[in-house]
């Protein structure tokens, strides 16, 4: 069942080249690979509900389909079951269906070497004693490199030793979110209470607060709250403090109260050590010179590491041959396109400029407010959408409401002197443009 798993994994990864990421998160995101017959050469898949089957059946069977025969080189049935309709399985059978990924991310399935010894040893310590090593820990280093596993290694080690404390993990982008809804169902004591009554506090992403005044006003007040309880608060980000331009000073200022760790890309013998450590969980062994082959090609992801080890197991396997350097090519080449940034849309941009000032997305767009923070979210994102999508002036006009290319190109202009002439605004769009890029 665990090769059934990898194999749905590469599926995913022939599915999301195909289509739109709206519709593979809504459509084949929430599929589940349950059963693979080679004799009779079928296949069945777990979807929610009719609902759900009906339109996977209308619009991405054949997709599925063609990617299945993609990996199998010959056709299958692909059946999509329903909850209802799923057989009852014995619990053995249940564990050995759980994917590698179930695995607990702790410091002792943390590979440890000199770009990331320094975190490692701080984070170690802050789990061995919360709110007494280093409050605020912060954490900061580029996408894929571990930071968030070392917010779940300080999270499980915290609860083994001490099983009753509360926990709360958020990404900052959620946290803001949480924010917003609360105050649409006036329930903010109920929000508050959710964080400040923490012993521990786990932030990811905290950059994504930056430029949100109503996120940074609740996030200082959580921050001094649990810091002056002597609770521990463990942050992560792209950068550090100093570098989030858009973050309020009283709050960069507590960011670095503590201490400060950066994580930078695995050296050489790092990298085998993940590679051979992957391996070694899926059961599996990978031959000295292609481990090396792997390394001296990925040399700045830890996660594609770790997904080259999982795609060649698959292949190996589906394909009844041994690893090797043609095997390795071929999956480092499909990992460095599927690692390639999807588009990022003019909707992705409204929403983080209107996260941004506090509004909606449809005040930005709409053509009848022109409240002044509305005008100015409006302007932002006009520029913004200009500088990240190069679309023509007329296309952003009909995105904000059908306005006359005119007046795109008036907008521009002005932000254009208004950048150049006040620094805060700069940093403002600077930070929103890098918030969308790390989406």
Same mark, same amino acid.
């Given at each position: 069942?665990? =090769?059934?798993?990898?194999?749905?994994?590469?599926?995913?990864?022939?599915?999301?080249?195909?289509?739109?990421?709206?519709?593979?998160?809504?459509?084949?995101?929430?599929?589940?690979?349950?059963?693979?017959?080679?004799?009779?050469?079928?296949?069945?898949?777990? +979807?929610?509900?009719?609902?759900?089957?009906?339109?996977?059946?209308?619009?991405?069977?054949?997709?599925?389909? $063609?990617?299945?025969?993609?990996?199998?080189?010959?056709?299958?049935?692909?059946?999509?079951?329903?909850? $209802?309709?799923?057989?009852?399985?014995?619990?053995?059978?249940?564990?050995?269906?759980?994917?590698?990924?179930?695995?607990?991310?702790?410091?002792?399935?943390?590979?440890?070497?000199? =770009?990331?010894?320094?975190?490692?040893?701080?984070?170690?310590?802050?789990?061995?004693?919360?709110?007494?090593?280093?409050?605020?820990?912060?954490?900061?280093?580029?996408?894929?490199?571990?930071?968030?596993?070392?917010?779940?290694?300080?999270?499980?080690?915290?609860? =083994?030793?001490?099983?009753?404390?509360?926990?709360?993990?958020?990404?900052?982008?959620?946290?803001?979110?949480?924010?917003? $809804?609360?105050?649409?169902?006036?329930?903010?004591?109920?929000?508050?209470?959710?964080?400040?009554?923490?012993?521990?506090?786990?932030?990811?992403? +905290?950059?994504?607060?930056?430029?949100?005044?109503?996120?940074?006003? /609740?996030?200082?007040?959580?921050?001094?709250?649990?810091? /002056?309880?002597?609770?521990?608060?463990?942050?992560?980000?792209?950068?550090?403090?100093?570098?989030?331009?858009?973050?309020?000073?009283?709050?960069?200022?507590?960011?670095?109260?503590?201490?400060?760790?950066?994580?930078?890309?695995?050296?050489?013998?790092?990298?085998?050590?993940?590679?051979?450590?992957?391996?070694?969980?899926?059961?599996?062994?990978?031959?000295?010179?292609?481990?090396?082959?792997?390394?001296?090609?990925?040399?700045?992801?830890?996660?594609?590491?770790?997904?080259?080890?999982?795609?060649?197991?698959?292949?190996?396997?589906?394909?009844?041959?041994?690893?090797?350097?043609?095997?390795?090519?071929?999956?480092?080449?499909?990992?460095?396109?599927?690692?390639?940034?999807?588009?990022?849309?003019?909707?992705?941009?409204?929403?983080? +400029?209107?996260?941004?000032?506090?509004?909606?997305? /449809?005040?930005?767009?709409?053509?009848?407010?022109?409240?002044?923070?509305? =005008?100015?979210?409006?302007?932002?994102?006009?520029? +913004?959408?200009?500088?990240?999508?190069?679309?023509?002036?007329?296309?952003?006009?009909?995105?904000?409401?059908?306005?006359?290319?005119?007046?795109?190109?008036?907008?521009?202009?002005?932000?254009?002197?208004?950048?150049?002439?006040?620094?805060?605004?700069?940093?403002?769009?600077?930070?929103?443009?890098?918030?969308?890029?790390?989406?």
């Amino acid at each position: 069942m665990d =090769s059934f798993n990898e194999t749905w994994s590469i599926v995913c990864d022939y599915c999301r080249n195909k289509i739109t990421k709206v519709a593979f998160q809504t459509w084949i995101s929430r599929i589940e690979p349950k059963e693979i017959d080679f004799d009779l050469l079928q296949i069945k898949l777990l +979807v929610p509900n009719e609902f759900h089957r009906e339109t996977v059946t209308r619009c991405y069977l054949n997709l599925l389909k $063609d990617a299945f025969a993609e990996i199998f080189g010959q056709n299958f049935d692909v059946k999509l079951i329903v909850p $209802d309709e799923v057989e009852i399985v014995k619990k053995e059978a249940e564990k050995e269906s759980n994917s590698d990924d179930d695995t607990p991310l702790t410091f002792k399935n943390y590979i440890v070497g000199p =770009s990331n010894k320094f975190a490692h040893a701080a984070s170690s310590a802050v789990a061995q004693n919360p709110g007494g090593a280093y409050n605020p820990l912060f954490l900061y280093g580029n996408s894929g490199l571990g930071k968030t596993h070392l917010l779940h290694a300080i999270k499980n080690e915290v609860l =083994s030793n001490n099983p009753d404390m509360k926990i709360a993990y958020v990404k900052g982008d959620d946290f803001t979110n949480e924010i917003v $809804d609360s105050l649409r169902r006036v329930n903010q004591a109920e929000f508050r209470q959710k964080y400040r009554n923490a012993d521990v506090l786990l932030v990811d992403d +905290v950059q994504f607060i930056g430029g949100k005044e109503s996120t940074q006003e /609740e996030f200082f007040h959580t921050f001094n709250a649990l810091y /002056e309880a002597k609770k521990q608060i463990v942050l992560t980000s792209d950068r550090p403090p100093k570098e989030i331009k858009t973050l309020e000073e009283r709050l960069r200022t507590r960011f670095e109260w503590g201490l400060i760790a950066d994580i930078q890309p695995p050296d050489f013998e790092t990298r085998i050590a993940i590679l051979k450590s992957k391996a070694e969980s899926l059961d599996f062994v990978i031959p000295d010179d292609i481990c090396e082959y792997i390394a001296t090609k990925l040399k700045t992801n830890v996660r594609q590491l770790e997904g080259v080890v999982k795609k060649i197991k698959a292949k190996s396997f589906l394909n009844g041959e041994k690893p090797s350097i043609t095997m390795a090519q071929e999956v480092i080449s499909d990992v460095q396109t599927n690692d390639v940034p999807v588009p990022v849309t003019v909707e992705k941009i409204i929403e983080e +400029v209107a996260r941004t000032f506090g509004v909606t997305a /449809e005040e930005i767009r709409s053509v009848k407010n022109r409240r002044a923070t509305l =005008s100015n979210a409006r302007q932002v994102a006009i520029y +913004v959408v200009r500088q990240v999508t190069g679309l023509p002036m007329t296309s952003i006009g009909e995105e904000f409401g059908g306005r006359h290319y005119s007046t795109i190109v008036y907008t521009i202009q002005e932000m254009e002197k208004k950048i150049e002439k006040d620094t805060k605004t700069k940093e403002m769009v600077d930070d929103i443009i890098k918030n969308i890029q790390d989406m």
